[in-house]
């Protein structure tokens, strides 16, 4: 079964498609392909797109401990060789 944020996932229809475009938005693979067919750089050796969240003026201190948790959770699942599987930012 696909894991991880690379995974491919298999939609049967059309109608499941429109569905999981109208929740998420555009693919990460279609958005990466959009941009860096419009990116001065694009063709460059090693051009990548990354996402990052910028945060600012606030305190921050409830996010950091939601990533730590995250990250804890994360491997404490692997650790019990789960197939849950958690992203940490």
Same mark, same amino acid.
């Given at each position: 079964a696909p894991q991880g944020p690379d995974a491919s996932i298999v939609l049967?229809? $059309? %109608?499941? &498609? +429109? &569905?999981?475009? *109208?929740?998420? #938005?555009? $693919? @990460?693979a279609d958005q990466v392909a959009?941009? +860096? %067919?419009?990116?001065?750089? #694009? *063709?460059? $050796? #090693? @051009? *990548?797109? &990354?996402?990052?969240?910028v945060k600012s003026g606030d305190d921050l201190r409830?996010?950091?401990f939601a990533a730590q948790l995250i990250d804890m959770f994360h491997d404490m699942?692997? %650790?019990?060789r789960t197939r849950l599987w958690l992203r940490p930012y």
């Open positions: 049967e229809s $059309p %109608a499941q &498609v +429109k &569905v999981m475009s *109208d929740i998420f #938005g555009e $693919p @990460w959009r941009v +860096k %067919a419009n990116s001065l750089y #694009g *063709d460059t $050796p #090693g @051009w *990548d797109l &990354v996402s990052f969240i409830q996010e950091q699942f692997r %650790a019990a």
